[in-house]
């Protein structure tokens, strides 16, 4: 296109940018028909159902406090539970809700022993099962291992971590509240819950320039050269701006937990008096890893290969980030079947 | 041709553009990772979070000598429910598991009524839950399993 051409179309391009960008909220996420199985306080457990079950064992989503889990099932088409379902798996997944005020006492003692316990004994129950696949993500992840090396043997079966922050030692985040001059406790006292939009500056604040000004960049040029970015922009940006607010007491414990003391992997961290000691983790496991991931690197997340006592370990490093390799436009053809394949060898009775 | 339209200035452009553009998030990258921004974030954070809470504790003295309830009183009042919530789950709970616990007799193979547990999550998510209960009955597949992961 000539320089004149394309400055022609920079007004209506410009308009067009606007309103993708002012209707993203109202972009529809997570479509996929669920039920309600279980709830607890704000937790819900959701069930998916497939129409071409084939394996007994059920998979059970848990995403991180931050965002909600509505990633796993963006939109149709690009969702990974519609994905998981076209598989034949049946699909639970965990939603730790919006928290408020009122909830400030759920720490992690809370999600692990009790939501996510009851969430898995739920499960069970509905799928009329003993043992399950826990898939956790991000934080969801750092959960899952907790659950799994405190319950080693049981209901897990298989443990899938998907860029799961285990040893946060030399990630940014660490530099930024694991110092004595960040002080955890004024934050959580004086906010009973951490309010999600300041979480999200923060994270975006990691890759300023990309976030605040290269994903607009790209999208208006996409506009500029006649694609359409409305569907997919709008179902990233819409999941992304939704920030729940963060328990302060797990706000509290996980700063002081992972940032500061680094407990997890050093096998100090105990919930309800019980140490999580992640060399306890006898199931299947499989850790991926995304090599551009900031907010996650893969060397916070390998050491627990060399924790965990299991016989069956599987790690995935792929290029990607820490939401786009799961989630992004290639997901559905490379890391989607690889994770199927790996699920299906272990899923059978 | 292919040539001459990768030296256009509309593509040198762009790509100075985008030279810039990454080398300036690279710098604010490096920045963003020194030591000496966390400091200045956490003492953003705390600074934000003293005046946040000097404004909440206005509106809620306002709102007390109005005689009106304030989110205080909303947030008691849901720590209540709460409470009341986790005994409920707990004692749900156990009478699951002694009715696991019950030996199979000919009655267990009646059709079961929607357990407590089901009835509370259905009257709490409204209709979706509805629909489940009018199709799905009890909601399992099969019979409960015998061991529980409790």
Known sequence: MSAIGTLARVPAATFELANVILTAADAPIGQTPREVVWTHRGTTLYRYRSDVRQHPVPVLLVFALINRPDIFDLRPGSSFVEFLLGEGFDVFLVDWGVPDEEDADTGLAELVCDELHWAVRETLRAAGEEELTLLGWCMGGTLCAMYCALHPVGAVRNAVLLTTPIDPSNSLYKKWVGHDQFDVDLIADRYRVIPGSGI??????????????????????????????????????????????YPSRAYREWITWMYKENRLVAGRLRLREQRVDLRRIEQNLLVVTASADHISPPEGTVPILDLVSSEDVTHLDRPGGHIGLIAGSKAKREIWPELADWLLERSGR | MADSTS????????????????????????????????????????????????????????????????????????????????????????????????????????????????????????????????????????????????
């Open chain 2, 7 to 150: 030296h256009s200035p509309n593509v040198q452009v762009s790509e100075l553009y985008e030279q810039a553009e990454s080398q300036t998030a690279e710098a604010f990258e490096q920045l963003v990772s020194k030591p000496s921004f966390g400091v200045l974030l956490a003492r953003s954070a705390e600074n934000v979070a003293a005046l946040t809470r000097i404004g909440s504790d206005v509106a809620d003295l306002v709102l007390r000598n109005l005689r009106l309830a304030g989110r205080a009183d909303v947030t008691r009042l849901a720590r209540q429910l709460h409470r009341t919530e986790d005994k409920l789950e707990r004692l749900l709970q156990e009478v699951e598991q002694l009715r696991d616990e019950l030996p199979r007799t000919p009655s267990t193979h009646k059709p079961r009524a929607p357990s407590a547990r089901r009835a509370r999550a259905q009257s709490v998510r409204g209709s979706r839950a509805q629909s489940v209960r009018e199709s799905r009955g009890n909601g399992t597949d099969s019979p409960m399993p015998t061991g529980t992961p409790s």
């Open chain 1, 200 to 245: 999200d500056w923060a994270n975006k604040l990691m890759k300023p320039v990309t976030n605040y000004v290269t994903t607009y960049r790209r999208l208006f040029q996409s506009i500029l050269d006649g694609s359409d970015p409305r569907v997919s922009f709008q179902a990233m940006a819409k999941w992304v701006a939704d920030n729940p607010p």
